[in-house]
């Protein structure tokens, strides 16, 4: 019985372990995000509004690509930010959301636009063929 109750703990410990494969998105302002460029970061920078139906969409789509990839996706809710005049600025080519950003050593590498278009495949193609090393 001992032996059982063991191999049940056991299963039950390996079955709890968290996906060490998951990536996730974090919420940042502009001031944050603007800070991570000044210091070159590289990072993938996705720009979203509230009830922008395409965000939702792409809701979706990242949630599931982030089930199976370890990248970060930092993510700003320009209907939060008040100065968007400096965002214009250093994304001139933001004129949807959502738009995804790759930034490498504090500038733009690569732009997907209209990411709701796409299919987790296309997302994850997208990244690997434009991510170096996050």
Do not use: R
């Not at 995000?33 to 922008?52: A, H, N, R, V, W």
């Not at 690569?110 to 709701?116: G, H, I, R, T, W």
């Amino acid at each position: 019985m001992k032996k059982i109750i063991a191999v049940f703990l056991l299963v039950l410990c390996c079955g709890c372990q968290k996906n060490t494969y998951q990536g996730e998105t974090i919420m940042m302002t502009w001031k944050q995000g603007y800070e991570k460029i000044q210091q070159k970061d590289d990072f993938l920078l996705l720009f979203t509004q509230s009830g922008c139906d395409s965000c939702k969409q792409f809701q979706a789509i990242k949630s599931s690509y982030l089930k199976t990839h370890k990248e970060t996706i930092y993510e700003i809710n320009l209907a939060q930010e008040h100065d968007t005049k400096q965002i214009q600025s250093f994304f001139p080519q933001l004129t949807q959301t959502p738009t995804l950003y790759y930034i490498e050593d504090g500038n733009v590498v690569s732009v997907l636009e209209k990411p709701e278009d796409k299919t987790m495949e296309e997302l994850a193609k997208w990244i690997h063929t434009n991510v170096k090393n996050l």
